[in-house]
């Protein structure tokens, strides 16, 4: 019996892998694009950025093909796909995403690094978005940051912070509960006075992922799960975000059925993506 060659990698259509070094922290990133088949519109294609893009990457380059295939349906127009992960073949680097998608805690803890977004949304800012346009015709009113758990709170750490980086922050499942909520503290009263100051969100989370997983705990991973609310947290924040008229008719929130905290993600990003690809909503100036 002959035994098949086991024959080539296998490669992603339309996509491409970049190494990139930030210039101020000399932290490595493995940055994958996808970029759409179709000739970009006058002010460039709509990006999406994408954390965890060892993993997240060909789920959302997936997507945004068949956005691409139905577009004479939808009306949509296309996003290029912008992975940001780590080198390695690890789906997760547990390590650098720590570092990375924690802002800087009141009370550094010791171990493991944390407090690195600032230095992070700076990469994104001053090293990778340049590197894209000097490469690509990308619409730079047209961004959106999709991330999952650490990712999540990366995502609103940004929207908190820096409400003009993106047009959309799409936060799935964020661990809010990160140092005794310290994220709710950045909530700002209100947004800049400007339409194009005023970014869309979608905050979603798993229905499931406050429920106690089956088999046997100790009571400290039980008191564990109990100090990390997801559901609830989740919920509350987009509540408070909607009581405030200037982000009222900007924040979608998702309870996804069925769906844990491990899973969560992918519903998450299809979901992100068509509410980021969507027009914008027309929002009477609030007055000062």
Excluded at 89 to 101: C, I, L, S, T, V
Excluded at 199 to 220: F, N, Y
């Amino acid at each position: 019996m002959v035994t098949p060659a086991l024959g080539s990698p296998v490669l992603l259509p339309q996509a491409r892998a970049i190494e990139l070094r930030a210039q101020a922290s000399g932290h490595r990133y493995r940055i994958l694009v996808s970029v759409p088949g179709t000739p970009a519109p006058p002010s460039g294609h709509p990006v999406l950025y994408v954390l965890d893009g060892n993993a997240g990457f060909p789920v959302a380059a997936f997507v945004a093909r068949t956005v691409e295939r139905r577009q004479e349906r939808t009306g949509q127009t296309p996003p290029m796909v912008v992975g940001i992960g780590y080198p390695g073949d690890q789906d997760f680097d547990d390590a650098a995403r720590r570092r990375d998608y924690t802002p800087h805690p009141t009370r550094p803890p010791a171990g493991a690094p944390e407090g690195g977004a600032e230095a992070f949304l700076d990469f994104i800012e001053h090293d990778l978005k340049p590197m894209l346009r000097q490469h690509f015709p990308v619409d730079g009113h047209r961004q959106a940051l999709f991330g999952h758990s650490f990712g999540g709170l990366l995502v609103l750490h940004a929207l908190f912070t820096r409400p003009t980086q993106f047009s959309a922050f799409l936060a799935s499942s964020p661990s809010i509960w990160w140092h005794d909520n310290a994220l709710l503290k950045r909530v700002p009263a209100s947004v800049p006075n400007c339409d194009a100051c005023r970014p869309r969100v979608q905050i979603s989370v798993g229905e499931l992922e406050d429920r106690i997983p089956p088999g046997q705990h100790s009571a400290q991973t039980l008191a564990l799960l109990a100090s990390r609310p997801m559901v609830l947290s989740a919920r509350q924040l987009a509540a408070d975000l909607r009581s405030r008229a200037d982000w009222r008719e900007r924040v979608r929130y998702l309870e996804l059925a069925g769906e844990d905290h491990g899973f969560a993600w992918m519903p998450a990003l299809v979901r992100g993506m068509d509410f980021f690809l969507q027009p914008s909503p027309v929002i009477g100036r609030s007055q000062p």
